[in-house]
C-alpha cells in the first residue's frame, strides 16, 4: 500500500469513529433528529456498517440486501433530507448528516441501488454543502443592513454648514426684497 493509500485508509478510519462517537451521543442525537428519527438513523447506521464490512472483507461475496434493510436506509435518507429542507441546520447535524450521507451513497452504491435513495442522498449533500455558504450569505447581508441602516443617519458636518448658508442666503433675499 502506499503512502497516499495508507493516509486515505487512516482518514476513513478517523472519519467512521467520529461518526460512530457521534451516533452513540444520545442526547445531541435526539436534539438533531428526534427521538424516533435518531432511532431510526442508529439503525440505518448499524444496517449499512454491518453489510460494507461483510462486503469489504470479502468483495466477491453475493450480499442479499432484505426489503427491511432496504426500507431503513431509504426512511433514514428520507429523514435527513426533510430535516435538511424543514429545519434550521446545527453544527451537529450538519457534522453527522454529511457523514452518513457519504455512508449511505457508499452503502447504495454497493449494495442497495436504490433510485429514491441517490436522489434524497444528491440533494441533501447540494443543500449541505450550499447551507455554509447560504449561512455565511445572510451574516454578511446582516452586516451590510447594519451599516447602511447607520449609514442612513449620518449627516456628515458640510450637510448641517450647507443648510446654514443656505438660510442665510434666503434671509439676505427677503430683505433684499424689502
Given at each position: 500500500m502506499n503512502k497516499k493509500?495508507?493516509?486515505?485508509?487512516k482518514d476513513?478510519?478517523?472519519r467512521l469513529a467520529d461518526l460512530e462517537k457521534n451516533i452513540n451521543e444520545e442526547k445531541s442525537m435526539t436534539a438533531a433528529y428526534g427521538?424516533?428519527?435518531?432511532?431510526?438513523?442508529?439503525?440505518?447506521?448499524?444496517?449499512?456498517?454491518?453489510?460494507?464490512k461483510i462486503l469489504a472483507?470479502?468483495?466477491?461475496?453475493?450480499?442479499m440486501i432484505s426489503d427491511k434493510d432496504q426500507q431503513s436506509v431509504r426512511n433514514a435518507s428520507n429523514l435527513i433530507y426533510s430535516i435538511t429542507?424543514?429545519?434550521?441546520?446545527?453544527?451537529?447535524?450538519?457534522?453527522?448528516?454529511s457523514e452518513l450521507i457519504v455512508l449511505t451513497?457508499?452503502?447504495?452504491?454497493?449494495?442497495?441501488?436504490n433510485k429514491q435513495i441517490k436522489r434524497n442522498v444528491d440533494a441533501t449533500r447540494r443543500?449541505?454543502?450550499?447551507?455554509?455558504?447560504i449561512s455565511e450569505a445572510n451574516?454578511?447581508?446582516?452586516?451590510?443592513?447594519?451599516?447602511?441602516?447607520?449609514?442612513?443617519?449620518y449627516k456628515p458636518p458640510f450637510i448641517e454648514n450647507s443648510r446654514h448658508y443656505l438660510k442665510l442666503l434666503e434671509e439676505d433675499l427677503e430683505e433684499a426684497k424689502k
Open positions: 493509500m495508507m493516509n486515505s485508509a476513513l478510519a478517523t427521538t424516533k428519527g435518531a432511532r431510526l438513523v442508529k439503525t440505518a447506521y448499524k444496517v449499512m456498517m454491518t453489510q460494507l472483507d470479502d468483495d466477491k461475496k453475493e450480499l429542507l424543514e429545519k434550521p441546520l446545527t453544527k451537529f447535524f450538519r457534522e453527522v448528516s451513497d457508499n452503502w447504495n452504491k454497493q449494495l442497495g441501488r443543500i449541505l454543502e450550499d447551507a455554509l455558504s451574516d454578511v447581508l446582516r452586516l451590510l443592513l447594519k451599516r447602511m441602516k447607520n449609514e442612513l443617519h
